[in-house]
């Protein structure tokens, strides 16, 4: 029995030593969460007055803000009264600068429509499809001569004693047989302009030095051209600016 007593004295000791022990842990955590965060307030105080401190040494006063926002207002007055000085003084040179530009652009309108805009206007010889058109700069075949060639004009194909008429008011300059083209008309007209109408089967309709009008008949078609003899029946037309070949496709209608 007193054995007994004994081992149940000692086990009730250690129970209570391992209380008192988990208590004091306890009360000692305690503390020491206490303390941090106390020195934690601590430090978020000090670093809020030090802001404080910046802020209030950084800001304007109301007296500045004041004189600044002044400031502001007489420098938008001062540029808004330049403005408008500047404005009406140089209304009158702006508006004779736009004159000044618009003249030109009608000026230059103008040139363009006389340069693009042929001052005679022509019509086409003859009624037909273009089966040749003008190579002037580059080389074309010849069925007739077998050979790549240069072609000054253009071929307009027609059945023989189809009319042919005058592209444009002129005069007769020449009635001939050439050695290459058969039977040829040439007439002047204004403006430095020379057409040609080569190929004929006749040309009793005009003589040299005649003035003929637009849409004047003044031969036929024929295949009076020996350098192109072996071609369906057609008519070979020239066009002359100033003694110079030039497309007649780009100048009749």
């Known amino acids: 029995m007193r054995r007994e007593t004994r ?29 941090s965060m106390t020195q934690e307030r601590t430090v978020a105080e000090m670093n809020y ?8 040494t950084t800001l304007p006063t109301e007296e500045a ?3 600044l926002s002044k400031d502001i207002n007489e420098v938008k007055e001062q540029n808004n009264l330049k403005s408008e000085t500047v404005q009406g003084d140089n209304q009158e040179e702006n ?6 530009i618009k003249n030109s652009l009608e ?31 580059n ?15 253009i071929d307009i194909k027609a059945d023989k004693a189809t009319v042919v008429k005058a592209v444009a008011s002129g005069t007769v300059k020449s009635i001939k047989n050439d050695p290459r083209y058969g039977l040829t008309v040439t007439i ?10 080569s190929s004929l089967l006749t040309a009793e309709f005009v003589k040299e030095g005649e003035k003929v009008e637009q849409g004047q008949t003044i031969g036929t078609v024929g295949n009076s051209a020996v350098f192109e003899v072996a071609e369906d029946s057609h008519l070979h037309f020239e066009l002359f600016k100033d003694g110079g070949n030039i497309n007649p496709e780009m100048y009749i209608k």
């Open 7 to 35: 081992g149940q004295k000692e086990d009730d000791k250690i129970k209570w030593g391992k209380l008192i022990s988990f208590l004091i842990a306890i009360v000692l955590l305690g503390v020491a969460i206490a303390i």
């Open 49 to 56: 007055n030090k802001l404080k401190e910046n802020v209030n």
């Open 65 to 67: 803000s004041i004189g």
């Open 95 to 100: 508006d004779n600068e736009i004159d000044e």
């Open 107 to 137: 000026t230059n309108a103008n040139t363009v429509k006389q340069e693009t805009v042929p001052e005679t206007q022509f019509i086409f010889p003859v009624e037909g499809e273009v089966i040749k058109e003008y190579a002037k700069d």
């Open 139 to 153: 080389l074309i075949y010849s069925e007739t001569l077998e050979e790549w060639i240069t072609h000054t004009g």
């Open 188 to 197: 002047e007209h204004s403006n430095g302009y020379v057409s040609s109408y």
